[in-house]
């Protein structure tokens, strides 16, 4: 009988991994402990205690729902806004709140302002109200039935940890036929701070909050740009802080309602770096995109900023919406079998593919709402695509070039407007579409190899992209399919011309078209054929209008739309303007290739782009309608990238070059910056993109 013999485990094999764990928290603790981070965090504290020493004064227009002097996040539990010949204000409700943070522990004057009752409702209203600031009961005051101002006092013992909160207790009625529970119309809120001896204590929870932020995102932008960039870090983090510091200075309230989204962005920033930064080079190293450490560093830091950006500023109480509620009831409806969706825009009615909703679905066995994981998911999806951007402008500009692509892509206005009106699948379905521009990139140059092999990979990559595609957005199934269809009858008329190339890539191009349409067409857009012939009979009998149901949009408002809307609003309009002698510069580089070579590539890609954008631009002023395949989001990567090409040039022409340069990237950031506050802040709507 053979005897086993057991192996004695060996205690060393698991040495590497603790170590690697020890070398790691070895790391942290030294970021935690390095002086710029304590510098920033001694300053802030500083400023966090000085902001309750100054004068304080805030004004809610009640009833103003979006613009600057909104009453929200402020306002909770009143009923909903109105406007009258009176102004705009907001009924009460039994319960209702002021919610007013980082006014400091001191006295405070209240100033209400009170809106006459309506005749008919008088017999039924309340007459009085109590109110509660914190938990100490402030006392029962009579409601001026003719309208007018109550001024109240609140002592600095209710201002509980430096915010204040007040609570309406009343009466309440009901009209027929509306559901709410009203108490009376308050118009305006106006608070001043009092003077009071000694020190004002501060509201110590946001104070804190915004410095674990800090501390949060020093950690990852310390990751993301290595440990060779010390010294960008530590710039980085006073630029941070010195925000955080401007926004407590300007406006304490809203800079304290916003420490929980900042500490949530920043805390799951941490992880996105932890991760991005390892895999950046691995992915680079297997395309073959040229790469060093520094700009792998910088292309982290603008993906953790661009997330927790988008993230972050969705997270702000009360922030503008968008579509969200709209893709969550589609998001239900897909998962619980329907699929054959139907949306009306503008009056006309088309498909509305449940792709992105399918890709992201199995993601809610972890345990998160699907609002929460719709949100999270565009976040990153708007966050990746930088990557994406960078891979394709790498090909063919040079490293810091390609940076400014992909910087510009993620940071112009264009992609925060649709992170904003919550386009949910547009965000996912735009991420894909660079997916498949960058496969393209690399396929037309793979199918040129006699190794077949690894093309036939390439041929299922763009396959899938493209399927991904046209199943995840109605407009960029039209954008894309016209894009690849008209390359593909390019290829085929230049084989037909004798082009070696052209002859090796029409096949693999030509199957992965076929294969994605016929999956798309027999699974999914078949069954809307009875609409599209529906639609087809209207508009022969009416035109495109009789369509929509709608008359024909003046060329004049179409026109100031696309100028201000589009060109200026969608991109700070320097980049659009410097596109075309970038895209020149492009057409130069590649006249000594042969074939489909990497610069040929992505100029054919950009110009086709560009030619399925004109179309739909001219469209509208044409068929009188003003329905839009977002065809300036689809060009978005060729605008990037033609503007960073053509920035690069302009930089070597003199101090004269670098000063326009300058001055333009300053107006495209503040336009940026803009369409980031104001929706955030104060639910003001940009443009929708188009």
Do not use: K
């Amino acid at each position: 009988m053979r005897t086993q013999q057991i192996a004695e485990p060996r205690l060393g094999a698991g040495l590497p991994r603790l170590r690697g764990i020890r070398a790691w928290l070895q790391g942290e603790l030294a970021a935690l402990g390095a002086r710029p981070l304590w510098l920033a965090l001694a300053a802030l504290l500083v400023v966090f205690l000085l902001v309750p020493q100054l004068p304080l004064q805030v004004r809610i227009d009640v009833g103003y729902e979006e613009g600057i002097g909104s009453d929200l996040p402020y306002l909770q539990g009143f009923n909903t806004a109105e406007r009258d010949e009176l102004g705009s204000y907001r009924w009460t409700a039994d319960g209702a709140q002021i919610r007013i943070p980082a006014v400091g522990r001191r006295p405070l004057l209240v100033h209400l302002s009170w809106l006459p009752m309506p005749t008919a409702v008088r017999d039924v209203s309340p007459h009085g109200y109590t109110l509660t600031a914190g938990t100490v009961s402030l006392g029962w005051f009579p409601l001026p039935m003719e309208g007018g101002a109550q001024h109240i006092v609140v002592p600095a013992s209710a201002v509980v940890d430096g915010r204040l909160t007040l609570t309406f207790g009343s009466e309440t009625f009901t009209l027929p036929g509306d559901p709410r529970t009203l108490g009376a119309r308050l118009s305006t809120v106006t608070l001043v701070a009092l003077e009071q001896p000694g020190l004002t204590l501060p509201d110590w929870r946001a104070a804190l909050t915004w410095l674990a932020a800090l501390v949060g995102g020093w950690l990852a932008i310390r990751h993301a740009l290595g440990e060779g960039n010390r010294r960008a870090a530590g710039w980085m983090l006073a630029a941070g802080a010195g925000l955080v510091a401007l926004a407590a200075l300007l406006d304490p309230p809203r800079w304290a309602f916003g420490a929980g989204a900042a500490l949530i962005a920043c805390a799951l920033a941490y992880p996105l770096a932890l991760a991005t930064r390892p895999a950046l080079p691995r992915l680079a190293d297997r395309l073959g995109v040229p790469r060093d450490a520094a700009s792998l560093g910088w292309l982290a830091v603008l993906i953790i900023v661009s997330f927790g950006l988008r993230y972050g500023g969705r997270l702000y109480p009360d922030s503008m919406h968008g579509d969200l509620g709209f893709h969550h009831n589609r998001f239900n409806e897909s998962v619980w079998g329907l699929i054959t969706l139907v949306s009306v825009n503008r009056g006309v009615a088309f498909p509305y593919p449940p792709g992105p909703y399918m890709v992201v679905a199995p993601l809610t066995v972890i345990g998160l709402e699907p609002r929460t994981l719709l949100q999270l998911g565009a976040a990153l999806a708007d966050a990746v695509s930088i990557a994406v951007v960078y891979a394709i402008a790498a090909r063919v500009a040079r490293r810091r070039t390609a940076l400014l692509a992909a910087g510009l892509y993620g940071f112009t206005a264009a992609t925060f407007m649709t992170s904003w009106w919550a386009f949910i699948t547009h965000i996912y379905t735009q991420f894909f579409h660079l997916l498949l521009i960058a496969a393209l990139c690399w396929a037309l140059v793979a199918w040129q190899r006699p190794a077949r092999r690894p093309a036939h990979w390439w041929t299922l990559a763009v396959g899938v992209l493209l399927a991904l595609v046209v199943l995840g957005h109605f407009g960029f199934l039209i954008n894309t399919t016209l894009l690849v269809a008209g390359l593909t009858a390019v290829v085929w008329l230049q084989s037909w011309r004798g082009a070696g190339w052209a002859r090796q890539v029409r096949g693999p191009l030509t199957l992965a078209l076929a294969g994605a349409g016929a999956v798309a067409v027999i699974f999914f857009y078949s069954s809307y054929i009875p609409m599209f012939l529906g639609q087809i009979q209207t508009a022969r009998e009416g035109g495109l209008t009789a369509v929509a149901g709608r008359g024909p949009v003046s060329r004049a408002i179409m026109w100031q739309r696309l100028w201000w809307d589009g060109f200026v609003v969608h991109f700070g309009l320097f980049p659009l303007l410097l596109m075309p002698w970038g895209l020149w510069r492009l057409w130069r580089a590649g006249q000594s290739e042969r074939g489909a070579g990497p610069r040929r590539t992505v100029l054919w890609l950009a110009l086709g782009s560009l030619a399925v954008a004109a179309i739909f631009a001219v469209f509208p002023f044409v068929a009188g309608v003003t329905n839009s395949p977002r065809w300036l989001l689809f060009i978005a990567w060729v605008v990037a990238l033609g503007a960073a090409l053509a920035a690069e040039a302009l930089w070597h022409r003199g101090w004269w070059g670098r000063l326009a340069l300058v001055a333009m990237g300053a107006v495209v950031l503040a336009n940026s910056a803009w369409i980031w506050i104001g929706p955030m802040l104060w639910r003001i709507r940009p443009p929708e993109p188009f």
